[in-house]
């Protein structure tokens, strides 16, 4: 099944990704949360690198986790890979409708004035 969605929507100056799963090159779902984290944002940084823009961009970030237990792992991925940037951020423990997917994060990011 392919969702019916685009990867992102572009409202100059603010782009609105869609949700980002932890999907590796064949399509699957593996890991920890930890590893899955580091998955989606870089599969949300990829989107940004198409719009010559990186995570430093992002001013919010959304994040749902299958499980509350898994926050402090997610939270310390989540701070390797943005580094000292700190976006805006909402994390909610929601059911996932991919199975195997822990996180599931999506995020707002702005252009900035040249």
């Not at 969605?5 to 890991?31: K, R, W």
């Not at 599969?43 to 959304?62: E, M, S």
Request: charged share 20%; net charge negative.
């Amino acid at each position: 099944m392919t969702a019916h969605l685009a990867p992102f929507a572009d409202a100059d100056p603010l782009i609105f990704l869609s949700g980002q799963l932890a999907f590796d090159a064949h399509g699957q779902i593996e890991g920890d949360v930890a590893a899955q984290t580091r998955l989606c944002l870089q599969r949300c940084r990829a989107v940004l690198q198409g719009l010559a823009l990186d995570l430093h961009d992002v001013v919010k970030a959304t994040v749902w986790l299958r499980h509350a237990d898994d926050f402090a792992a997610f939270n310390a991925a989540y701070a390797e890979v943005f580094g000292e940037h700190r976006p805006a951020r909402s994390t909610v423990v929601s059911a996932l409708v991919i199975a195997a997917a822990l996180v599931e994060i999506e995020l707002i990011a702005r252009r900035r004035s040249a």
